[in-house]
């Protein structure tokens, strides 16, 4: 219980400074994506530029890291059959262990399916994975296996997490250094790392963790060392049929600009100007107010000529950016609004049921802010 505590209370601690992340690589992404954009002819000024900008999109995927370990990122879950998920990741499983590591695969037959984000399911896998590779240093064997697994009283009294019901449980065994058991009650948290200086960030077990208790389940380790390492993941089964609809990726559309009037309410400056420029490209007219309370004097100062709120959620001085849309919606209830956080939007709530209402995820790129704002007008 203690353990778990912890670990609730870090996962607290890596949510906020995800957040905190998100506003940053939005800044230093936004204005090199904008850069690239105003010197296309300028070769010796794009190529460093596009290596600013893919290593802040590099730096945004640790912050989901982060965000998954603290269970406040977005799931987008479909029934999958998990033996079909892990044999579609096979052929780069292999490539990524190396010939020195031999790759094993024992399916049960007709294992339940599980509802699950596919993606996050990958992560799991491929962050396992590696942590078992770089256990075997010199060479060996890397076992995953599936299995349908049922949990009653008496499995619960000797496993902490556990709890009733039927799982599909995915095993993941490597006979490499092992862990001690002091080091196997610290694998989870954000950060810690047995691997060398510059080999590993330390996020790779802690979002697996997160990964796995949003999906409602738990991770069990068994380790020892100079033996090997086994990870056993529990996943609900369902009795739903599976998905086999795959999306496609869409075309990147075409960005439009307007000449309508739009609040933008952001707390942290050099993301607020960066906002306004990227707005100010498409042409449009923006205000700017940096929270809620500030907010309702420029609309007072400028009411009716007001088109759309972009405001972010959290903000100081008392008044979240939902409770501000609130406020303007009855002065004017067909106000378009746009809600952004580093945050998904499942966690952050608000009301974003109404056709008038869209949100965006930090960081983003001047693209998808324009998008996002044009479609929303345009409903």
Request: charged share 25%; net charge negative; glycine share 8%.
């Amino acid at each position: 219980m203690r353990h778990s505590q912890k670990l609730e209370s870090i996962g607290q601690l890596a949510a906020g400074v995800a957040h905190d992340f998100n506003n940053i690589l939005t800044v230093v992404q936004g204005h090199s994506d904008r850069l690239i954009d105003a010197c296309s002819d300028r070769g010796d000024l794009v190529e460093p530029l596009k290596l600013i900008s893919a290593s802040a999109r590099r730096a945004s995927s640790l912050t989901q890291q982060l965000l998954m370990f603290s269970r406040k990122q977005k799931l987008q879950p479909r029934v999958l059959d998990l033996n079909k998920v892990i044999a579609n990741m096979s052929k780069m499983l292999e490539r990524l262990l190396g010939e020195h590591i031999a790759l094993e695969m024992r399916s049960e037959s007709n294992l339940p399916a599980i509802e699950a984000d596919a993606g996050m399911i990958d992560q799991i896998i491929m962050n396992l994975s590696v942590n078992a590779r770089d256990a075997m240093g010199k060479g060996g064997t890397l076992r995953i296996s599936t299995s349908a697994a049922t949990v009653d009283e008496f499995y619960m009294q000797l496993h902490a997490d556990a709890q009733p019901g039927h799982y599909v449980r995915m095993s993941i065994t490597d006979n490499g250094i092992g862990m001690s058991r002091e080091t196997v009650g610290r694998i989870f948290e954000p950060f810690f790392t047995t691997k060398e200086v510059g080999k590993g960030t330390g996020l790779g077990l802690a979002t697996v963790y997160g990964i796995v208790k949003q999906h409602n389940g738990w991770v069990e380790v068994d380790s020892e060392l100079g033996i090997g390492t086994t990870f056993n993941v529990f996943l609900p089964a369902t009795t739903k049929s599976y998905d086999t609809t795959f999306e496609r990726a869409p075309q990147k559309p075409s960005v439009k600009g307007g000449s309508e009037t739009i609040l933008l309410v952001e707390d942290e400056p050099m993301l607020r100007e960066l906002a306004h420029l990227i707005l100010k490209d498409y042409k449009y007219n923006v205000l700017e107010a940096a929270n809620g309370i500030e907010a309702l004097k420029v609309w007072e100062a400028h009411e009716g000529k007001i088109d759309l709120l972009l405001t972010d959620m959290v903000m100081p001085e008392g008044m979240t950016g939902h409770e501000l849309a609130v406020e303007l919606r009855k002065r004017k209830p067909e106000l378009k609004v746009i809600y952004t956080s580093g945050y998904s939007a499942d966690v952050m709530g608000g009301d974003l049921s109404l056709t008038e209402t869209r949100f965006l995820q930090k960081p983003y790129q001047p693209p998808m802010l324009a998008k996002t704002v044009r479609e929303c007008l345009d409903f």
